[in-house]
């Protein structure tokens, strides 16, 4: 019984741009973390082998720091690491390779399978067959050569590739690096590792992309993952576990709002976001002035809570209700203005409108709650408060006004 | 407001009362001179509204010098239909009281009543100012303050706001002015004003994305340099193992090494060639040999002949030269003899030549110290005359000063003389006869004459002496003087050893003659010796001397030849030397001959001993031993040298042939071609490895940059900055958006709100200029002024118009807002004071029609000092003169 961790696409060295540099930077940490958790995952299952596919590195040009500190995460696990080059971290004549065992970074149990041959680990009765990428990208299989390539009856046969299995990803069809489907039956293999597809899949009973360890994006479903593989024997079908190794949830939500029940509702969803997520959220629909506060506002809370929080209202229209302008004492020509603007909102310049309503209805609010606190503050004085305040203001304003009569009494 | 009474006490001019009653509702126009009160009623009315009653600021209200008067005003008037009497006194006794109807108000609570009725305020302390006036200061307009009306509606602003306000009837915005300084706060921090260029934390950001998008290409750049490094890397190891693996500059090297081989081989035949060509070289030169030596034994035979003949023709020469020298040496003893005769006989004549001159000499020498000695006796016989003559001059000289004296004194003496002869006393006689008489000492007869000099005794014998005393007393004196000068006359010629002056003249006479023959003989003398008679001694003597010299050589030469005929015969010296050249010349020819003849004897002799000698050894060569043999051996080496020589060039030509076939030229190449193409190969292998090493060097240094690391690094701060310029962008088009927003539906409202003003103003407006337009401004000031002019419409600032125009802009402004102010149920008077001086006639009929027109709606007071201009208002005069005598 063979057990063994198949993982890939680690990218150590991604930055995440599209995040605050704070926010980013405890991104690019957690992949290393994630290398960490898988170390310490074989080491805790007394695994025999790690393998991995592709990948490894985001890219050849990374910071020396970067190659040791990858290295160094990988101490937990004492036994067998295969490592593959992918098309991020291809084999070329200088490649981040080159320079890591010109760093001596890399220690004596990583393999490095550089180039197309078999790897014999005769103590653990494993052939390994890689198909190493040796330029960025490539147009022919490189897992080709498998089922020529002759192994030691009695060993395992395991490919290890990275690219695209052809025909089960729509968009992969003329996509780089490819490998035939059916590859793992053709050559004999007991078992296929694959990178490149960073959300773990299984291709077929004997091929699988393990995902990546820690998710780097939106759109990957089953990311996080790494996979537990047993192999009892030749012919035996493997036994796949899928194990969660990634720390944040990556999502990507789009609410749309309309009718003001709505509102209520993705303020719950936006509540539930926890502390390590990484969200994308898109607002669209419409809105009173009142829905896009509070919207704004648990925005706000939960970029507070959570890892990372990209919210994007560009979408999502303004719609003062009477009460809102009223209550905005947009009276005279600032009435004009904020009708304008909502008009403006379905018109060819819908952005700036929707942007200078936002800002209108800020500065007004802003306003209100001064003057509210002036009132207030008059009020407790007692001089003259009856003819200061706007007659209207209590009622149209409403919850304002409560606080005026609290301060009054 | 309609005002009906005005009283006025103890107020500046207005030391008494003055009352003004029944006041019009319209126009009321009060004249008067400077100086008649017509401002003076103006700020009574402003004291009694503006000022609080209780002020300390208002002294100058006083009449002057009345420090204890208490200047009041009351005044009468309608507001709305409520009558009011105000009645106001200031300083002594400071009271306010304000009677409304029924209603009566005291001290503050009537001011501030009033206050609040017209639409002013009173100044916190002090006394009222501009700023407090509200409506009246707009519409009571101060002499000379009509134009200035923007500063006057702007302390009217409130009230002319809420006149429109509550003429549109609805508000304006209860703080858009407000949001919309904010939001122009806020734009102005991100946008420039004027233009909307990007500033502050905008362009920071703008500038910060720009940099690091400028980084981030250059890094790219970079990357992209490495990658295709990389490629070539990759290429460059794949060529330099199969260069490793192939080798090709071995072949290359082995086909060299051929082609250096058959170079070599021809090149040796070449060698061979080259050997024999030396050697059929070498034989020419036997051949050459041989047949010089075979031609020098030829000639060694037909030498010895030439020698023979040569030696005869050397003995002939011999001979007939030595008979030549026989002859010359005869010849040359008889040249000897004739020269030595020719000789003599030159000596002969020329020392008799030598005696001849001599003699001619001598002779001439004698004659001349002869007649020296004959100059010599003349010359000092001339000598002796001389000093004689000279002595005999010297002693006839006389001085001619002393001569000219002596003259002097005898015309002195005798023009004395004279004086006395007539100033004496003349004495005539006559005497008797026999009778005689003695004068002096003299004794006298018969008649005559006698000058009394002197007191003279005169003796008439018989009778008795007489004495006659000359009457003039300087009669003495003359003769003292005539004595005296005849003294010194005496006395000098005395001196000069003469008697007399004429005897001096005479001497005179002969000195002077006697010089004339001094000069003469010294003329002589000098004739004679002209050069002394020292130098005619002396060549006397050198004369004698030469003399001596000359007989003395005459003497030495030999006796002359005996016999005058050989003497005669002798030639002449000219002659006996010809002859002596000539004898020479031959002489020396004939010797010059001899030595010819004798040197070609000599020679003669020499050629013919060496040609004997040549002739000798010339035989002697030809009777050597060995030398038919050595001539045979010469002949058979000839013929045997010939032979290989012809040999050796058929051998050359074959070897000739084999080396053109084999073409070294192009073998030469082919070695250079095969060289150079494996050291081409070796040497691309070598770079190739160089390459190589320095891009792993370079990719090595390259890649421990972490390029794409960077690059992830900098895209990722661009994404930020991006975000962030995009989110000012937004921010930045949303306020300007808003702003500009605010300012058009501001403008919009400002426009509709400020209609009803407009709508008054244009009606003024239109009695002074048809179909002009005055705008109004923000504040309610009168804007730009539009009017149609000859070149159509045209528009200028209200500050641009001229003095006159501005002042009947600011009454028609002043109207409208009264107007305005009127509709709103404020209460309106219009006040004018001196206003409109500046207008033009046809202007000012204008503006009469507007006032009137006003004056249908509003009680103005006008006030003038030009009653003439006002006469056509259609209202009496109130002449303020009138006014106060009827008080």
Not at chain 2, 470 to 476: C, R, Y
Request: aromatic share 4%; glycine share 8%.
């Amino acid at each position: 019984m063979l057990r063994l961790l198949h993982t890939a696409d680690w990218q150590i060295g991604k930055l995440f741009g599209q995040f605050e540099p704070d926010q980013a930077a405890l991104l690019a940490d957690a992949r290393y973390k994630a290398v960490e958790r898988l170390a310490t995952l074989a080491s805790e299952q007394a695994l025999d082998l790690v393998l991995v596919a592709g990948d490894v590195f985001d890219a050849q040009g990374v910071a020396d720091r970067t190659i040791h500190r990858l290295f160094n995460a990988l101490a937990a696990f004492s036994g067998r690491w295969v490592m593959l080059p992918g098309n991020h971290d291809a084999a070329l004549s200088e490649s981040v390779w080159t320079r890591a065992a010109r760093l001596h970074a890399i220690p004596g149990k990583v393999t490095l399978c550089l180039t197309p041959e078999p790897l014999l680990l005769e103590e653990l009765g494993v052939a390994i067959l890689p198909a190493p990428l040796t330029q960025r990208n490539t147009f022919s299989d490189l897992s080709e050569w498998f089922a020529s390539a002759e192994t030691p009856p009695e060993m395992l046969r395991i490919g290890l590739a990275h690219g695209s299995v052809q025909g089960i990803l729509a968009e992969a069809i003329d996509s780089a690096n490819p490998i035939a489907a059916g590859r793992a039956e053709q050559a004999g293999l007991d078992y296929l590792a694959l990178g490149d597809w960073h959300g773990t899949r299984q291709v077929d009973a004997r091929t699988w992309y393990s995902g990546t360890p820690e998710s780097d994006r939106f759109r990957a479903n089953q990311s996080g993952q790494a996979l537990l593989v047993e192999l009892a024997g030749r012919q035996a079908l493997p036994a796949v576990t899928p194990l969660n190794i990634g720390r944040h949830c990556w999502r990507s939500d789009a609410l749309t709002l309309q009718v003001p029940s709505d509102v209520e509702q993705a303020l719950q969803h936006i509540a539930k976001f926890s502390t390590d997520d990484v969200v994308q959220l898109s607002l669209s629909g419409q809105t009173d002035l009142a829905g896009h506060r509070r919207l704004r506002n648990a925005i706000g809370q939960a970029e507070g809570r959570v890892h990372s929080l990209l919210a994007d209202l560009s979408a999502l229209r303004l719609e003062p209700t009477a009460d809102d302008i009223d209550a905005l004492q947009a009276d005279g020509y600032l009435g004009e203005v904020v009708d304008e603007l909502r008009t403006q909102q379905e018109g060819s310049n819908a952005e700036v409108a929707r942007d200078a309503l936002t800002l209108l209805a800020g500065i007004l609010d802003e306003r209100r709650r001064d003057a509210g606190r002036a009132a207030n503050a008059e009020a407790s004085v007692g001089a003259r408060a009856g003819t200061a305040a706007d007659p209207g203001a209590g009622t149209r304003a409403g919850g304002p006004a409560g606080i005026i009569a609290g301060g009054a009494l | 407001m309609k005002l009906s009474r005005i009283r006025i006490e103890q107020f500046r001019q207005f030391r008494q009362a003055l009352e003004i009653r029944d006041l019009d509702a319209g126009i009321n126009l009060f004249t008067g001179a400077n100086e008649a009160g017509k401002s003076t009623i103006v700020a009574a009315l402003r004291a009694a509204f503006f000022e609080r009653h209780r002020s300390g600021s208002v002294d100058d209200f006083r009449p002057w010098g009345d420090s204890s008067a208490s200047p009041s005003v009351e005044l009468d008037f309608t507001l709305g239909h409520q009558d009011y009497r105000l009645t106001k006194s200031f300083l002594g006794k400071k009271r306010c009281e304000l009677q409304a109807g029924s209603q009566h108000l005291d001290g503050a609570d009537a001011e501030d009543h009033l206050a609040d009725l017209l639409g002013f305020r009173y100044a916190g302390r002090g006394a009222s100012a501009a700023e407090h006036w509200g409506i009246p200061g707009l519409l009571w307009i101060p002499q000379g303050g009509a134009q200035e009306v923007r500063e006057a509606v702007a302390h009217a602003t409130d009230h002319l706001r809420s006149a429109l306000n509550e003429s549109l009837g609805e508000v304006a915005s209860s703080g858009g002015d407000e949001v919309m300084a904010t939001v122009e706060a806020a734009r102005n921090e991100l946008l420039t004003p004027a233009t909307g260029a990007v500033r502050g934390i905008y362009a920071v950001a703008i500038r910060h994305e720009a940099a690091l998008a400028s980084e981030l290409d250059a890094l790219t750049t970079a990357i992209a340099s490495y990658r295709q490094k990389v490629d070539r890397l990759s290429s460059l190891r794949r060529e330099h193992a199969i260069d490793e693996d192939e080798k090709p500059w071995l072949h290359f090297r082995k086909e060299h090494q051929a082609a250096i081989d058959k170079l070599a081989a021809i090149q040796r035949i070449e060698e061979t060639q080259a050997a024999e060509k030396q050697r059929a070289t070498q034989i020419d030169g036997q051949i050459k040999l041989l047949r010089e030596q075979l031609a020098s034994f030829a000639a060694r035979k037909q030498e010895a002949e030439t020698r023979a003949t040569a030696l005869e023709k050397a003995r002939q020469e011999q001979s007939s030269n030595a008979a030549l020298v026989v002859q010359c040496l005869e010849k040359r003893v008889e040249a000897s003899v004739r020269y030595e005769a020719v000789r003599e006989i030159l000596r002969l004549a020329r020392q008799e030549d030598t005696r001849r001159s001599l003699a001619r000499e001598l002779d001439e020498i004698r004659q001349k110290a002869a007649s020296a000695a004959i100059a010599l006796a003349k010359a000092e016989a001339e000598q002796t005359t001389l000093l004689e003559r000279q002595r005999l001059a010297a002693a006839a000289e006389i001085r001619p000063a002393d001569l000219e004296s002596l003259r002097q004194q005898h015309r002195q003496i005798r023009e004395l003389h004279i004086h006395r002869a007539a100033a004496a006393t003349r004495l005539r006689f006559t005497l008797d006869d026999e009778r005689r008489m003695v004068i002096g000492d003299e004794s006298l007869s018969g008649s005559g004459e006698r000058l009394l000099l002197a007191a003279t005794e005169i003796t008439l014998p018989g009778f008795g002496k007489l004495e006659i005393a000359p009457g003039g007393s300087d009669l003495t004196q003359l003769g003292r003087q005539e004595s005296e000068l005849s003294d010194r006359q005496a006395a000098l010629l005395q001196r000069l050893g003469l008697t007399s002056l004429d005897d001096a003249e005479a001497r005179q006479q002969i000195y002077s003659e006697r010089l004339g023959e001094v000069k003469t003989a010294t003329a002589t003398l000098k004739a004679l010796a002209p050069k002394g008679g020292d130098a005619l001694r002396s060549e006397l003597a050198s004369q004698q001397a030469r003399g001596g010299d000359v007989e003395a050589k005459l003497r030495q030469l030999p006796p002359a030849v005996d016999g005058s005929s050989s003497a005669a015969a002798l030639p002449s010296v000219g002659e006996a030397e010809a002859a002596e050249e000539g004898a020479g010349k031959s002489l020396t020819q004939i010797s010059e001959q001899l030595h010819q003849a004798q040197l070609a004897a000599a020679n003669a002799q020499t050629n013919c001993e060496s040609a004997a000698r040549e002739l000798a050894a010339a035989r002697a060569l030809l009777d050597a031993p060995d030398r038919a043999a050595r001539e045979a051996t010469a002949s058979r080496d000839l013929v045997d040298a010939l032979a290989e020589r012809s040999t050796l060039t058929a051998r050359i030509a074959a070897l000739q042939q084999q080396v053109g076939e084999a073409r070294p030229d192009i073998l030469k190449q082919d070695v250079e071609r095969f060289g150079k193409s494996a050291e081409q190969h070796e040497k691309r292998f070598g770079e190739r490895r160089d390459t190589l090493l320095r891009l792993e060097v370079e990719l090595q240094a390259a890649g421990a940059q972490g390029l794409e690391e960077r690059s992830a690094k900098l895209a990722r701060d661009l994404a930020q900055a991006q975000r962030r310029g995009e989110e000012l962008r937004r921010r930045a088009s949303a306020l300007d958006h808003l702003l500009q927003l605010l300012r058009d539906k501001r403008r919009a409202l400002t426009r509709k709100l400020q209609a009803p003003l407009q709508k008054h103003l244009n009606r003024y407006l239109q009695l002074l200029f048809a179909q002009a337009s005055l705008e109004i401004d923000e504040n309610l000031s009168p804007g730009p002024l539009t009017r149609v002019g000859a070149k159509g419409s045209e528009s200028g600032a209200f500050e641009a118009l001229s003095f006159g125009a501005r002042e009947q802009m600011g009454v028609i402004s002043r109207l409208a807002y009264a107007d305005l102010l009127q509709e709103a149920g404020r209460p309106t008077l219009i006040i004018l004071d001196d206003a409109l001086v500046h207008s033009d006639d046809e202007r000012l009929a204008q503006m009469k029609r507007v006032l009137f027109d006003a004056a249908t709606r509003h009680q103005i007071l006008l006030f003038t000092c030009h009653p003439a201009n006002w006469r056509d208002l259609g209202v009496g005069a109130r002449s303020l003169e009138t006014l106060r005598a009827a008080c």
